[in-house]
């Protein structure tokens, strides 16, 4: 039972546009959600985070929003760069006993930013 | 600059055989976890641990074990390697109180025939 999804294996979209990356989640417990993007051969690298009692964080071009009625966050790079080519993975924190929990993460969208 | 290793970028094993995934983080952080990713199913966590010879089962532990006898070195063992187990292994590492900041290891593509 997949908790964490992005329903959107891949997006293509032209430099300097907007990209637009979404996650829907099933568990109303969840009190953290980040994005990592991937780059081939590395491991996944934290991008931005945003808590659940907030509804939207931004960092230079990227704002991640929460939408916790819809259970739903976006990730949105503005302006697009052909560097941000690469797998953004969605993750939502389930905290368990004292400081311990986990992540789990989305399945990943694939974006490619074209020159 | 955090940095987590793991012990081979490729491996090749044969069906039956155990297999050491190593993995060594050099910022001192308390938690270290292992993670599989395959295609459409994203990183799903195997095990992780919070502290020394401490360790926890994931959402996918069945045919994995792991050891941490050292607070930089968290190792997964498969007992009796499955080709289904072929896959992207990742180790990350995390301040004790911010688990979900993770770092992460290169990978180690683990091809089991």
């Known amino acids: 039972d997949q908790q964490v999804k992005q329903n959107s294996p891949s997006l293509s979209v032209q430099e300097g546009r907007i990209s637009i990356l979404n996650c829907d989640y099933t568990?109303?417990?969840?009190?953290?959600f980040l994005w990592y993007k991937k780059y081939p051969a590395e491991g996944p690298t934290f991008l931005i985070s945003?808590?659940?009692?907030?509804d939207k964080n931004e960092d230079g071009r990227f704002t991640v929003f929460l939408n916790k009625s819809a259970k739903h966050l976006s990730l949105h790079i503005v302006p697009s760069q052909p560097g941000d080519s690469a797998v953004y993975f969605c993750a939502a924190s389930a905290p368990g006993s004292g400081n311990t929990g986990k992540l789990i993460f989305g399945q990943g969208t694939t974006l490619q930013v074209k020159p | 600059d955090v940095k987590v290793t793991q012990s081979s970028r490729y491996l090749v094993k044969r069906t039956g055989e155990k297999v050491f995934l190593e993995c060594v983080q050099d910022m001192d952080h308390e938690n270290m976890f292992w993670y599989r990713q395959d295609p459409g199913l994203g990183l799903r966590l195997i095990y992780f641990?919070?502290?020394?010879?401490?360790?926890e089962k994931g959402d996918i532990p069945e045919g994995y074990s792991v050891s941490r006898e050292k607070k930089e070195r968290f190792s997964l063992i498969l007992e009796s390697a499955s080709t289904n187990q072929t896959s992207m292994y990742l180790c990350?590492?995390?301040?004790?109180?911010?688990?979900?900041?993770?770092?992460f290891g290169p990978g180690t593509r683990l091809t089991v025939t």
């Open positions: 945003i808590s659940s009692i907030k």
């Open positions: 990350a590492s995390s301040l004790g109180g911010k688990f979900y900041e993770q770092y």
């Open positions: 641990s919070y502290d020394v010879k401490m360790k």
């Open positions: 568990n109303s417990m969840f009190d953290y």
